[in-house]
């Protein structure tokens, strides 16, 4: 089965900052991963996915992430954090066998604060 | 183009009442999940349906939920009767296919008193 383990479920940065949102996953054959950012009161908004091409993805609002097959690890990075970017972010691995295919797994969120 | 539409927005209920969840996912998608988020976690799919069919429920607590699609568009999603520890967003999402980006609406707050 699938699991995703987010670490750290509050990050809080200074305005310009670097976000680093670490992000491991479990997943016994090659995994669809996706980052989802939530502001308060909405729905989740896909921020990017990585789906077996390059490394390295590049995604809405300046985010990217970078794809670690040895280390288990998608973690998503921002080189200048801006206020509007305070928000909750889902780290998901997508199950790519039976009846199961498509079904996203989440990690249990971390909520970034930006700081003025 | 509508996204994901979801009513109500909020909803609060006395334990063992019945509640019903309704979604409009975006025209054309085939493929429709509702997922459940309890507070402070991630969301966890429920159903899954390939237009009218649920193809994988096997998350889904029939003794108390159930879910439809009739024509393969709307969904409902019921709870009867509500307990304590239901007190959730249920979100509903859709995707033009399985290998597909899912679309999510804002959600239902359900909370049970």
């Known amino acids: 089965a699938q699991s995703v383990t987010q670490l750290g479920s509050h990050v809080s940065v200074s305005e310009g900052a670097l976000v680093l949102l670490r992000c491991n996953y479990s997943?016994?054959?090659?995994?669809?991963l996706f980052w989802y950012v939530q502001y308060p009161n909405q729905g989740l908004q896909l921020l990017l996915k990585y789906t077996s091409a390059a490394t390295l993805v590049k995604g809405i609002n300046g985010f990217e992430a970078e794809f670690k097959k040895s280390e288990t690890s998608f973690h998503l990075t921002k080189p200048s954090a801006h206020m509007s970017d305070a928000a909750e972010y889902f780290c998901a691995v997508s199950d790519l066998g039976g009846t199961s295919y498509g079904k996203l797994t989440f990690g249990q969120g971390t909520i970034l604060t930006v700081h003025p | 183009e509508a996204g994901v539409v979801q009513s109500p927005r909020y909803k609060i209920i006395e334990k063992k009442q019945p509640v019903a969840f309704w979604c409009n996912p975006i025209?054309?998608?085939?493929?429709l999940y509702w997922y459940r988020q309890n507070l402070g976690q991630g969301p966890e799919l429920l159903i899954r349906?390939?237009?009218?069919?649920?193809?994988?429920d096997s998350q889904l607590p029939k003794d108390r939920f159930s879910a439809e699609r009739l024509k393969g568009v709307d969904s409902t999603l019921k709870i009867q009767p509500a307990e304590l520890g239901d007190s959730a967003v249920y979100l509903c999402?859709?995707?033009?296919?399985?290998?597909?980006?899912?679309?999510f609406g804002q959600g239902t707050r359900l909370t049970v008193v």
């Open positions: 999402a859709s995707s033009a296919d399985i290998n597909t980006e899912a679309f």
């Open positions: 997943s016994s054959v090659p995994p669809y």
């Open positions: 025209s054309g998608h085939n493929t």
């Open positions: 349906y390939e237009n009218e069919e649920a193809v994988d």
